[in-house]
């Protein structure tokens, strides 16, 4: 079998972003499915095999080649410094795949204001080379080192002077009695792949399709369907209460006894979702009637 003939490797985070990263894919239309402590989910597409892998060390196995492509961090991908091509960012807070940023911490009481007063000093991280061209770049000398976990912990009892962690709004931090100082990295889950993997038609074509139908998972995360009867006399009024995409779908029904004579219309759309609730009861004043709201997976 040729690489290009052979299924995809794909890489899966575990941990925090594995559980909404799989919802993600289940809304573009992959159904993934892990198993006790195994490494290698189930997809019910046989030209995709799937890994578990942590984000941290995610884009340097897409790099190797080890793996064709993966959903990871941008912050592992900045630290790591590896050469990938990113194909999309996924963002996706209805199912809390989302954006973070690293940010610079230390005691709630501590002195420390900006990051040049913590020249002499120590900080632990996870994320050891993003801090240390921080520093470096403003020539502050500071002593980095690599922390195991429990991160928050090192600072709020003194082992260390500051941290660098990660934070999505900060109120972890605040509730610890911690204090940002400033902010070092935002990052967003990225779909990302090998750069020879994207030279490979086949392998392209496959990743492009993943890129398309996740993305339009996402688009379509905040929109609803809409459908609906209404009268012919009625329809300029409901149609002008309509949002729309590019324009509301219009068509006859057809005519039966129910109808007595008269021209009726159903008009689908889609409509933003938190829209839905102030636009039916004024849709229902307007004549519509039957109407129906629906979700939707994808937008493309």
């Known amino acids: ?41 189930t997809i019910d597409d046989p030209g995709i095999r799937c890994s578990l ?15 064709d492509g993966g959903v990871t961090g941008q912050d592992w991908i900045v630290e790591n410094g590896s050469e990938v091509h990113t194909l999309c960012d996924l963002i996706y807070s ?46 502050i000398p500071v002593e980095v080192e690599f922390s195991w976990g429990a991160t928050e912990a090192k600072v709020a009892e003194g082992l260390v002077d500051a941290i660098v962690d990660v934070t999505e709004t900060g109120s972890t931090l605040r509730a610890n009695k911690l204090r940002i100082v400033c902010d070092l990295l935002p990052s ?3 779909l990302v792949a ?20 996740l993305r339009g998972a996402l688009e379509a995360r905040t929109l609803v369907g809409i459908k609906l009867n209404v009268r012919k006399d009625q329809l300029d009024e409901v149609i002008a209460l309509l949002p729309s995409l590019t324009a509301p779908t219009v068509s006859n029904l ?16 889609v409509i933003n979702e938190p829209t ?15 109407i129906i709201e629906y979700p939707l997976n994808k937008v493309v």
């Open 188 to 190: 967003n889950p990225q």
């Open 276 to 290: 839905a609730r102030d636009l039916i009861p004024g849709l229902i004043k307007a004549g519509a009637i039957g």
């Open 94 to 139: 209805k199912v809390s795949l989302q954006g973070t940023r690293w940010v610079l911490v230390v005691q709630e009481d501590s002195p420390v204001r900006k990051p040049e007063d913590l020249a002499g000093k120590r900080i632990s991280t996870e994320l050891v080379n993003v801090t240390r061209r921080f520093f470096d770049e403003r020539e």
């Open 194 to 213: 090998n750069l020879d993997a994207w030279k490979d038609p086949a392998r392209r074509e496959k990743l492009e399709q993943i890129s398309l139908l």
């Open 254 to 269: 057809y005519p039966t006894e129910q109808l007595h004579g008269e021209e009726w219309f159903s008009v689908e759309t």
């Open 1 to 41: 079998m040729s690489p290009s003939q052979a299924p995809l490797k794909l890489g899966i985070p575990k941990g925090s972003l594995e559980k909404p990263t799989i919802e993600l894919f289940a809304k573009a239309g992959w159904r993934i499915q892990t198993s006790g402590r195994s490494y290698f989910p």
């Open 53 to 67: 892998m942590r984000p941290q060390e995610m884009s340097r196995y897409i790099q190797s080649g080890a793996l």
